[in-house]
């Protein structure tokens, strides 16, 4: 079998509460919990989830930017869980981001030239000079802006022209994994999907991995390969991405779908009717997790058990795995589809 390009195992990220003076110190605040995924070369990995689900912190562990509680993170079987300082240069070179907003990301009194070939000098010791600009130039080209841009400043560019600098930034060095944190987020929906096909693009042609997060599943199923929902610092369903899609095995997963807009006005109908059997309700705080289920005060379908104790990880019918006790509880499902069993439920209380 062949070993992945990343391993992520049982990932736990935990902040410490900060207490007022002469206040005894909170509870800390339970980010990620027990995380799993692996990403293989040339594939792409989503992460969906609401905001606050935890999608950032594993970026951020990811990245060596945050420290971590408990499990590991291996790149091509090496553990870089704690990368040391003289191996740093080189895990940064392996694993590089694009992140959320291309216009505080990027320096603002700096040049296209000097924002994209000041890493290709650090990693690749090319200096200032024509081979360094002819290397920028053909980073442009990739990305589908001309050389007029070489000696343009972030402020004169718009937003998607900066995130095709911020991509074009991040593929300076050559890396094996890109982490796109919310990469598209803050774009127009036009200019989100010139962006999205531009990195399906670029991976067929530098066979890069993608870690592609967002928090919308549509566009994480339209980008990636596999993909993983997160709740609460859970992940609580992962496999396919058209078969999540398609049929998925958690409610949280059910709900997200649900709430994408559809053009056919009776599907759309029957969504909206499914968004209200959902329970409106804030998620726990990651604070103080409860003994069961996170989901468990929205989840229209929620049991006893799914109040007393947090569901196991179950294999789903897609090949990857979901946490839910509707799989092993109740209806047992063993694994399968949730809709045709929420779709149930919801059409004897609100005619879906």
């Known amino acids: 079998m062949t070993q992945p390009l990343l391993s992520v195992e049982h990932l736990a990220v935990h902040f410490a509460g900060r207490g007022r003076l002469f206040s005894p110190d909170p509870p800390p605040v339970k980010a990620v919990n027990d995380v799993s995924f692996t990403i293989d070369s040339q594939r792409t990995f989503g992460l969906v989830g609401e905001s606050g689900s935890g999608k950032s912190t594993v970026a951020r562990a990811i990245l060596q930017l945050v420290d971590i509680h408990d499990g590991s993170i291996h790149l091509d079987g090496d553990d870089v869980t704690r990368v040391a300082r003289s191996a740093e240069l080189g895990f940064r070179k392996r694993v590089q981001a694009v992140l959320q ?16 070939g000041d890493p290709i000098t650090r990693h690749l010791a090319i200096k200032a000079g024509d081979e360094r600009r002819e290397r920028v130039a053909d980073l442009l080209d990739l990305v589908g802006l001309g050389h007029e841009f070489l000696d343009r400043y972030p402020y004169e560019m718009s937003g998607g022209q900066r995130q095709r600098i911020s991509i074009a930034r991040a593929l300076a060095v050559e890396p ?55 709740y609460l610092g859970y992940l609580v369903e992962r496999g396919p991405s058209d078969d999540v899609y398609a049929q ?7 709900m997200l779908i649900a709430s994408i807009p559809f053009p056919e006005p009776g599907e759309q109908a029957k969504r909206r009717g499914l968004r209200q059997t959902f329970k409106v309700a804030e998620p726990p705080s990651p604070a103080n997790l409860p003994p069961g289920c996170p989901f468990e005060n929205r989840c229209p379908v929620a049991m006893d058990i799914c109040r007393e104790e947090m569901p196991a990880v179950t294999q789903a019918h897609h090949g990857g795995e979901a946490r839910c006790h509707l799989h092993t509880s109740g209806p047992e499902l063993g694994g399968g589809s949730v809709v045709e069993f929420i779709r149930s439920e919801a059409r004897g209380n609100v005619g879906v």
């Open 101 to 116: 907003d291309p216009f505080s990301s990027l320096n603002q009194v700096h040049t296209t030239e000097t924002i994209i």
């Open 176 to 230: 094996d994994l890109v982490i796109a944190d919310e990469a598209t987020s803050a774009l127009d929906v036009s200019i989100q999907s010139q962006v999205i096909n531009l990195l399906r693009e670029i991976q067929r042609e530098r066979d890069v991995a993608f870690l592609f997060i967002a928090h919308d599943l549509e566009v994480v199923s339209h980008m990636s390969h596999d993909v993983g929902v997160m």
């Open 248 to 254: 998925p095995t958690h409610p949280y997963t059910e």
